[in-house]
């Protein structure tokens, strides 16, 4: 089954980092291209990064510009997130998502999310 | 940046009945490029319907989507109990950017 899973989120201080995990089982990572979008407490979805198949386009939102780096290994069915300078509006649960096959318009598998808290 | 407006916020309903969400931009968007979310408490997104029309794998033929240029429409006719979620409509913007509306709550 085609699945994704999420770690690495946890409690972090205002201006710390935390490096996001996600691995991708059940289809062949290589072939997909890759998003992270993030839900705040009780808010709505805010879609945060892009990355192609190959890494050689990749794209942020403005909110997270400049802080965030986005990565994949597609050897090791991995995607990244790197989270510098974080700021307690960076609190939200944090999901890796893939692209439609043979589109990029919708996300058509989630992992489950995992939690980043940001506070003092 | 083309901005997306669900409504209503709450659309209170009972098992049986048929819900009509409404997602606005706020200029033109392709139909191919709008799709819609359900999420319950708790859990991951999951994708309804992309293109506008399409319904994805594994979804019941109860969900339908319409719509063209600035006005789109989620139709969910007899509403089941699991079906009572929040829902979000989303297009993809050539800049490979990604929007999403404020969502829709459909309670009981």
């Known amino acids: 089954e085609e699945g994704l899973v999420e770690s690495g989120g946890g409690l972090v201080h205002p201006r710390g980092s935390l490096r996001l995990f996600c691995t991708a089982s059940g289809f062949t990572f290589s072939r997909y291209e890759m998003v992270w979008v993030r839900q705040a407490p009780g808010k709505g979805l805010e879609w945060i990064s892009y990355?192609?198949?190959?890494?050689?386009?990749?794209y942020y939102a403005n909110s997270v510009k400049g802080r965030f780096t986005i990565s994949r290994d597609n050897a090791k069915n991995s995607l990244y997130l790197q989270m510098n300078s974080l700021r307690v509006e960076d609190t939200a649960v944090y999901y890796c998502a893939r692209l439609g096959p043979d589109r990029r318009t919708d996300f058509d598998i989630w992992g489950q999310g995992t939690q980043v808290t940001v506070s003092s | 940046e083309i901005v997306l407006t669900q409504s209503p916020g709450t659309l209170s309903l009972s098992p049986g009945e048929s819900a009509t969400l409404s997602c606005r931009a706020s200029q033109s968007v392709s139909s191919s490029y709008l799709a819609w979310y359900q999420q319950k408490a708790g859990q991951a997104p999951r994708l309804l319907i992309y293109?506008?029309?399409s319904r994805a794998t594994g979804i019941p033929d109860r969900f339908s989507g319409s719509g063209s240029g600035t006005d789109f429409t989620l139709t969910i006719s007899r509403l089941e109990p699991e079906d009572f979620a929040v829902y979000y409509c989303?297009?993809?913007?050539?800049?490979?950017?990604?929007?999403f509306g404020q969502g829709t709550k459909v309670e009981i």
């Open positions: 990355i192609s198949k190959i890494d050689n386009y990749i």
């Open positions: 989303q297009q993809y913007d050539k800049s490979r950017t990604w929007a």
């Open positions: 293109g506008a029309y």
